[in-house]
């Protein structure tokens, strides 16, 4: 008995024990195997989905402007004799409102047709390869209200309804119509009284040239307006090309540059014309240097080409893209890319 009691005691050999590592080490490299590949699935859907929400998100701001430039209210269709300019400088870069979308094509290194920084873009480290788009639109998230008492003459006081989600401030600039009249001033001032609000309309260098913005009676229309600067630009340029960091900026009112979306490395615009100015049909589409009257743009051709923020991976991109007529690379870097091309068309200027 004790002799059979020692024998079932005896603990594994050695190669029993070598075998069960070994079968372990095997399971256990199945297991990490599948582990590291679902991390390296996880990782490129994830990069995959910011290059998606990158695109769609850039594409979306430029959507939304696009589609309410030139709002005139009720007064679209009249004719350009029936629009009145109270802002100072009513030709420049930000109080232009006769043309609703203003472009500058990229013609080269360091060259441009017309040059965006002489015309007074607020930008600083612009992309070597992408155009600039200025939209002059509807201020986005802001409701329209309208005019409470007939004003007896053009200088005199405007009172305005408040509406919901009210963020009207001082420097706001306005556009007021009734269908018969057209008008743009900056709102120096707001009194609230309540229900409703007056308007001031200063004059000086930088607000108004004048007062007077014509005699509105009341239900004609009163909205904020704003000037959008759209371009790309190194984030940091002052570490240089080796780490160019390309992003959309946009500049409001001529405001500081505001970073919207990493990653957009390229910018393109076409503008769509009507050559015969009934702004119904587009004969053409065309660079920005090659608009024969902004006023007869009625759609832009947009392209842009996202990357992914980071290099990953071992392939190269040794691929080439055409982005509306525009080609670039290859990058020979490790990154994807996605291209995206739409065509939009300005509501505001087509009948």
């Not at 306005?174 to 229900?195: E, H, K, Y």
């Amino acid at each position: 008995m004790n002799t059979f009691a020692h024998v079932r005691q005896r603990g594994f050999s050695i190669v029993e024990l070598m075998v069960a590592m070994t079968l372990s080490l095997v399971l256990l490299a199945g297991v990490l195997s599948v582990l590291y590949s679902s991390r390296l699935t996880y990782m490129e859907n994830e990069r995959v989905a910011r290059i998606q929400e990158n695109a769609r998100g850039a594409m979306e701001f430029l959507l939304r402007d696009l589609r309410t430039s030139g709002y005139r209210g009720c007064s679209q269709g009249i004719v350009v004799s029936d629009f009145r300019n109270a802002l100072a400088n009513p030709t420049s870069l930000l109080n232009d409102y006769r043309i609703p979308v203003l472009g500058f094509e990229r013609t080269g290194a360091g060259a441009w047709s017309p040059d965006p920084i002489a015309a007074g873009v607020n930008a600083t480290a612009l992309d070597p390869d992408s155009d600039v788009i200025v939209i002059r639109s509807y201020r986005p998230g802001s409701t329209p209200g309208r005019v409470q008492v007939d004003m007896a003459s053009g200088t005199d006081t405007l009172t305005v309804e408040k509406v919901a989600g009210w963020t009207w401030g001082a420097n706001t600039r306005f556009v007021v119509s009734d269908c018969d009249l057209i008008s743009v001033f900056m709102g120096t001032g707001i009194a609230d009284a309540g229900a409703t609000a007056t308007i001031a309309r200063g004059v000086s260098g930088t607000t108004n040239s004048t007062s007077d913005i014509g005699r509105f009676n009341s239900g004609a229309l009163v909205a904020p307006v704003v000037t959008a600067q759209y371009f790309i630009q190194d984030t940091d340029p002052v570490a240089g090309p080796a780490n160019y960091r390309p992003s959309l900026f946009r500049s409001l009112n001529g405001a500081a540059p505001e970073e919207l979306v990493e990653g957009v490395e390229l910018l393109q615009a076409r503008y769509g014309v009507d050559d015969a100015g009934e702004v119904t049909t587009i004969d053409r589409y065309v660079t920005a240097d090659a608009v024969p009257d902004w006023n007869r743009v009625v759609a832009v051709n947009l392209g842009m080409l996202i990357r992914s923020p980071e290099e990953t991976g071992v392939e190269i991109d040794r691929a080439t893209y055409d982005v509306l007529g525009t080609v670039v690379g290859p990058f020979n870097d490790r990154r994807q890319r996605t291209l995206l091309t739409t065509t939009i068309t300005l509501r505001n200027r087509t009948k």
